[in-house]
């Protein structure tokens, strides 16, 4: 058996089923750069002639440049009663110039009998004659036998006929589909070896997620003797999903010490290929996502933290590096005084007041606070304990005014003084609500002074209520802000019995870590810096209003 695997991926075309998932055409070009940077062998395009989008990219992706990753056009066998010449589907494959086409066909009697009304020996026919006159016509033909596993359970020697038939065309490959997505591995492997007694084709395999079993039917007919598969960046598809390349790949080089494109060279950047691929989809990356999540290497038990820190064996199943993620510690205060120290040491800070440092975060746990999403107002509680930290900016004050007239749309609006040296800033902004309006003046405040943070955006903010803290019908909230700019994200949280107040802490916080993580210096001759507080009546509020 070849040790070597194929990766073809359908993020493109399958993923692009998924709910909520949208590629532009610009976007469809830069995950397959992304994806050719990585190494895959294949990307999928889309369906040519389908929609005028993936027209577009077909020909856009003639220009692209390409290192590795051959670009795919996918498409149905034939219909009934056309020639290959005639039906339009089949023409647009071939105008799409692709150098690999990829065509499925039907391998499960129920639909060829229900869905396409054929004869049996039509569909032999159909499928024979298309892949043979693709092959002679485009350099590599894939041939998708859809629906093959269900096919197999329900008539075995029909599906391997139409295999057979396929084989006949002379196809580069063949993938065996498990197109429902509800098939078990043990008969993802049965029916994977009965193809591979039969064909002399090297097999390939394409998973749907249906009962979360994508990924490891996939590595079942790998080990049966497919060498190519087929899935899609963190695992995106129509219903529950295809098989997640970004688990398919790292199993395939790491457990089961099979050779892909990727390499364990080029395996660390899977992270950021399975991040930059979510950005594009507007899909945020599940935590737990196998792998790549922030979750995946992240320690919280004390006995953990110190048994990893000591032997990280004990409790990684592989090292992070190896797929471009790393470890994380995640501070409470159940995991106490070990914890704390560990983070400290990946932030790379010294605790020269380890204990009162540990004291203050009991304190505002007790109050509260919880720190394991918010690694940055942890690092800026312990370094405004350390004394060097030099503030960025004071705040004076702030007030909100929230109005809601008839049917209009509820307006709120913030006013914030803040003082950057010698200078007040007092600065209104008008939001959606009161936290959107609070971030608008905050920023806008202090942009002059601190340009960067224009690029500084709010990408979550979760609200709690932490019930029985306090007495009688108050109660304490707490927010929690995810933020973001080009490079990284970060989380803050702020705890109050008010929510804008909770917001306003968690809001401050995120901006003075993103002016601690760039060492920024204020520009405080920037133009249009007011040197004095003059009061909200005097100042100019920034435009909007
Ligand atoms: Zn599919």
């Given at each position: 058996m070849c040790n070597r695997v194929e990766i073809y991926d359908t993020t493109l075309r399958d993923g692009a089923q998924g709910e909520g998932v949208n590629f532009s055409a610009e976007d469809k070009c830069r995950i397959a750069e992304h994806l050719d940077a990585l190494g895959f062998d294949y990307v999928e395009g889309g369906w040519p002639g389908s929609n005028p989008r993936d027209a577009e990219f077909f020909e856009r992706a003639r220009t692209l440049r390409l290192e590795h990753t051959r670009i795919a056009a996918f498409g149905a066998t034939r219909r009934k009663g056309t020639t290959c010449e005639?039906?339009?589907?089949?023409?647009?494959?071939?105008?799409?110039?692709?150098?690999?086409v990829t065509v499925f066909g039907k391998s499960w009697g129920l639909h060829v009998t229900e869905a396409l009304r054929l004869s049996r020996e039509e569909n032999l026919e159909i499928i024979a004659d298309t892949v043979r006159y693709l092959a002679a016509r485009v350099p590599f033909v894939i041939y998708d036998a859809e629906?093959?596993?269900?096919?197999?359970?329900?008539?075995?020697?029909?599906?391997?006929?139409?295999?057979?038939a396929a084989a006949e065309g002379g196809p580069a490959r063949i993938v065996l589909c498990d197109t429902n997505g509800g098939s078990l591995p043990e008969g993802v492997a049965r029916a994977t070896r009965a193809a591979a007694g039969q064909l002399a084709v090297p097999l390939g395999v394409h998973?749907?997620?249906d009962g979360e079993l994508a990924v490891a039917n996939t590595l079942a007919a790998v080990e049966a003797g497919a060498e190519h598969?087929?899935?899609?960046?963190?695992?995106?598809?129509?219903?529950?999903g295809n098989a997640n390349l970004c688990s398919v790949v790292p199993n395939l080089e790491l457990k089961l010490g099979r050779e892909t494109s990727v390499g364990r060279v080029r395996l660390p950047r899977l992270r950021t290929t399975a991040r930059f691929v979510s950005e594009i989809a507007n899909v945020a990356l599940a935590s737990g996502a196998p792998f790549v999540g922030d979750s995946a290497f992240a320690h919280k038990g004390g006995v953990h933290v110190s048994a990893v820190e000591r032997e990280p064996r004990t409790y990684e199943h592989i090292p992070p590096e190896a797929v471009g993620n790393r470890r994380r510690i995640l501070v409470s205060d159940l995991a106490g005084r070990s914890n704390l120290l560990a983070k400290a040491r990946?932030?790379?800070?010294?605790?020269?007041?380890?204990?009162?440092?540990?004291?203050?975060?009991?304190?505002?746990?007790?109050?509260?606070?919880?720190?394991?999403?918010?690694?940055?107002?942890?690092?800026?509680?312990?370094?405004?304990?350390?004394?060097?930290?030099?503030?960025?900016?004071?705040?004076?004050?702030?007030?909100?005014i929230d109005e809601h007239r008839g049917s209009e749309m509820p307006m709120s609006e913030a006013t914030v003084r803040v003082r950057v040296g010698e200078r007040v800033?007092?600065?209104?902004?008008?939001?959606?609500?009161?936290?959107?309006a609070l971030d608008h003046a905050l920023r806008r405040a202090l942009e002059k002074f601190y340009p960067t943070l224009a690029d500084v955006r709010l990408i979550d903010y979760k609200v709690r209520v932490l019930t029985g803290s306090l007495s009688g019908t108050a109660s304490l909230v707490r927010v929690l802000i995810t933020s973001g700019d080009c490079e990284s994200r970060w989380g803050t949280v702020g705890v109050s019995s008010n929510i804008v107040e909770a917001s306003w802490r968690a809001l401050v916080d995120s901006v003075e870590y993103k002016l601690l993580k760039e060492g920024a210096e204020p520009q405080t001759a920037a133009p249009g810096v007011q040197a004095s507080d003059n009061g909200f009546e005097g100042a100019r509020p920034a435009g909007g209003f």
């Open positions: 005639t039906d339009q589907n089949i023409q647009a494959l071939l105008r799409a110039e692709t150098p690999v629906h093959f596993f269900d096919g197999y359970s329900d008539d075995p020697e029909y599906a391997l006929a139409t295999l057979r998973c749907h997620n598969v087929q899935g899609t960046v963190n695992g995106y598809g129509e219903r529950c990946e932030l790379g800070l010294a605790l020269p007041e380890e204990r009162r440092v540990l004291e203050e975060l009991k304190r505002l746990e007790h109050g509260g606070y919880e720190f394991e999403a918010a690694e940055a107002s942890f690092e800026l509680l312990v370094r405004r304990m350390d004394g060097a930290h030099r503030p960025f900016f004071d705040l004076l004050g702030f007030r909100v800033e007092h600065t209104a902004a008008s939001g959606t609500g009161p936290v959107n």
